[in-house]
C-alpha cells in the first residue's frame, strides 16, 4: 500500500471512528452511514497520471468537480469520478473529482 492509500485509509477509518463516538446511525434504510463508509467498502484507487492526454488543458485550482464535469462533457469518453484525494504530505483526504477512461486512467484537469 503506497503512503497516500495509507493517509487515505486511516483518514477514512478515523472518520468512520467519530461516527462510532457520536452514535451516529445515519439514514433510515440506506446500506452505509455516510460517504465514508460507502467509499471504504465499495471505492476502488486510482493514481493520478503527471500528464494529461492531448485536448486537455489544465484548470483552475479548487474547482475540481467543475473542471471534472466540463471535461466529461467535452469528452463523452471519459467518465465523471468523485471520491476522496490525499496531497503529497498531507495527513487527511479531502473531497475531490476527477474524469477516468475506459481502462481506469485518471485525467484530472485540476
Known amino acids: 500500500m503506497s ?9 477514512l477509518d478515523m472518520q ?13 434504510g440506506w446500506a ?6 460507502l467509499v471504504a467498502a465499495h471505492g476502488q484507487w ?6 494529461l492526454p492531448a485536448g ?3 484548470m483552475p485550482e479548487k474547482e475540481c468537480f467543475a473542471n471534472a464535469a466540463a471535461v466529461d462533457r467535452d ?14 504530505g498531507s495527513p487527511v ?3 475531490h473529482a476527477w474524469c477516468t477512461d475506459g ?4 485525467v484530472d484537469p485540476t
Not at 495509507?6 to 483518514?11: E, Y
Not at 468512520?16 to 433510515?28: N, P
Not at 452505509?32 to 463508509?37: I, K, N, Q, T
Open 3 to 11: 503512503l497516500a492509500q495509507r493517509v487515505l485509509t486511516d483518514w
Open 16 to 28: 468512520i471512528a467519530l461516527m462510532d463516538q457520536c452514535a451516529h446511525r445515519g439514514t433510515e
Open 32 to 37: 452505509h452511514r455516510s460517504v465514508y463508509e
Open 46 to 51: 486510482f493514481v493520478p497520471s503527471a500528464d
Open 56 to 58: 486537455i488543458r489544465a
Open 75 to 88: 469528452h463523452p469518453h471519459l467518465v465523471y469520478t468523485e471520491g476522496f484525494a490525499a496531497a503529497a
Open 93 to 95: 483526504g479531502v473531497a
Open 103 to 106: 481502462e481506469g486512467r485518471v
